[in-house]
């Protein structure tokens, strides 16, 4: 099993191999971080799809906007800091939790956790320098670190014994062990008592989700419970099969796909079990690529992050993903999920998967600036189809390089209807 670095040890890590340098680019930090962090780390993937101008096209006047911003506003204060121009870690970090709050609309928690996670890789590389020490078995994906919670016992909330046997990997929210549970090796996920907004709500809430048991075959789902271990909460689930990818990960390589017809199964299988999980009462609020699994070979999909899964018109605080959460709820103040944003973004994952870019992201891209003003129009009060029939503003981008344009007239009447009614 994979094992990763927190995002202070991937910066730690970065600076004593690179030096000042390292520090200078945000394409460097995010090339670097991504060889050594969870990948469904929400600190990661703020990295990945924010501080990284990918959707945009490579000399476009908006894209070097942006990436001056970034360059301005994010990276310049810590490698000031870094280079020695400048001793004041606290303000970098500070400056870096507001442009990714206020300009990029990241969720406060986790800006604060990207903010501080990099200022403390910093001063521990500043302060400390070649003494201090990565984990051992953490040197790159695919070793297992060294785990001092091996062999600890953990009793769950329902009465299970659960022998701790090594960890699986870490990300901002907490971290994942494996378990032997009455011989039955399964996972253990550890969540940090500042990743939960309401904490009574939070474990009422699973709790009755373990009892309900899963709406079908497709949801990882919990198990048991543990509420108060080392002061946060943890949830005991089956392990993921290796064959599974993240659909995060095969959408930048579907070749990974045997055929069109797994790639159709697997958006098969997200809509059914989507649907088993709304008869059943429930609501998703947060699905996105990082939350599906796919085995590219038989189509089968696994839904996890089940720990946001409430009845339905009740709320956790989740509000969604900017780029998958619907346009209500993108501009509500207060916004509460319901089953109807759950489809939009489903409509959003679907899309992707089938033609290999964001419904969303058309022509207009090239002059709408991705601030918050701009992701507000784009994803909340203006959101145009790409393929929309009576509003061409947003249409798709004509490029030999866009596998959209051969894909989308291939699709049957009904299911381009869907799309467009979506």
């Given amino acids: 099993m994979e094992t990763y670095l927190t995002l202070e040890e991937a910066i730690l890590k970065l600076l004593r191999e690179r030096g000042a340098s390292g520090m200078e680019n945000p394409r460097t930090i995010v090339g670097y971080v991504e060889d050594?962090?969870?990948?469904?780390?929400?600190?990661?993937?703020?990295?990945?799809h924010i501080l990284v101008a990918n959707n945009l096209k490579p000399e476009s006047s908006k894209r070097r906007r942006l990436e001056r911003m970034i360059e301005e506003r994010f990276v310049a204060p810590y490698a000031r800091v870094v280079r020695g121009d400048s001793a004041d870690l606290e303000a970098a970090a500070s400056q870096a939790r507001v442009y990714l709050s206020e300009d990029c609309l990241v969720r406060e928690t986790v800006a604060e956790s990207l903010a501080r996670g990099i200022a403390a890789g910093i001063a521990r590389w500043r302060d400390e320098g070649d003494e201090v020490d990565v984990p051992r078995g953490a040197e790159g994906r695919g070793e297992n670190a060294v785990c001092?919670?091996?062999?600890?016992?953990?009793?769950?909330?329902?009465?299970?014994?659960?022998?701790?046997?090594?960890?699986?990997?870490?990300?901002?929210?907490?971290?994942?062990?494996?378990?032997?549970?009455?011989?039955k090796h399964m996972a253990f996920k550890w969540l940090r008592p500042e990743a939960i907004l309401?904490?009574?709500?939070?474990?009422?809430?699973?709790?009755?989700?373990?009892l309900a048991g899963a709406p079908s075959p497709e949801f990882l789902w919990l198990h048991d419970m543990?509420?108060?271990?080392?002061?946060?909460?943890?949830?005991?689930?089956?392990?993921?099969?290796?064959?599974?990818?993240?659909?995060?990960?095969?959408w930048s390589r579907p070749s990974?796909?045997?055929s069109f017809r797994r790639i159709v199964d697997v958006c098969m299988g997200i809509a059914s079990a989507m649907?088993?999980?709304?008869?059943?009462?429930?609501?998703?609020?947060?699905l996105r690529g990082e939350n599906v699994f796919a085995d590219p070979r038989t189509g089968r999909v696994l839904i996890v992050g089940l720990d946001n899964v409430t009845p339905q018109g009740e709320s956790t605080g989740i509000a969604g993903?900017?780029?998958?959460m619907a346009p209500e709820?993108?501009?509500?103040?207060?916004?509460?999920?319901?089953?109807?944003?759950?489809?939009?973004?489903?409509?959003?994952?679907i899309f992707i998967t089938l033609l290999q870019q964001h419904p969303l992201h058309g022509q207009r891209l090239a002059s709408i600036p991705m601030d918050e003003e701009g992701l507000r129009y784009v994803y909340g009060t203006n959101p145009v189809f790409i393929f929309d029939e009576e509003d061409a503003s947003n249409a798709a981008i004509q490029s030999p390089e866009n596998n959209a344009l051969r894909i989308w007239p291939c699709l049957p009447a009904h299911v381009q209807a869907l799309f467009r009614r979506a």
């Fill in 36 to 48: 050594y962090m969870d990948p469904d780390s929400p600190e990661l993937r703020v990295l990945m």
């Fill in 148 to 183: 001092p919670m091996a062999g600890m016992r953990i009793t769950t909330e329902f009465g299970r014994r659960l022998d701790v046997v090594k960890e699986l990997g870490r990300g901002g929210w907490g971290i994942v062990y494996e378990v032997d549970c009455a011989g």
């Fill in 198 to 210: 309401d904490r009574d709500r939070f474990v009422a809430n699973l709790k009755r989700n373990i």
């Fill in 226 to 250: 543990v509420d108060g271990f080392d002061g946060g909460v943890g949830y005991l689930m089956d392990l993921r099969p290796a064959e599974y990818e993240e659909l995060d990960r095969i």
């Fill in 256 to 258: 990974l796909f045997e």
């Fill in 275 to 286: 649907n088993n999980l709304h008869n059943a009462g429930y609501r998703y609020q947060d």
């Fill in 321 to 324: 993903t900017v780029g998958f």
């Fill in 329 to 349: 709820i993108m501009c509500a103040r207060h916004p509460r999920p319901t089953v109807a944003s759950d489809m939009h973004s489903m409509a959003v994952v």
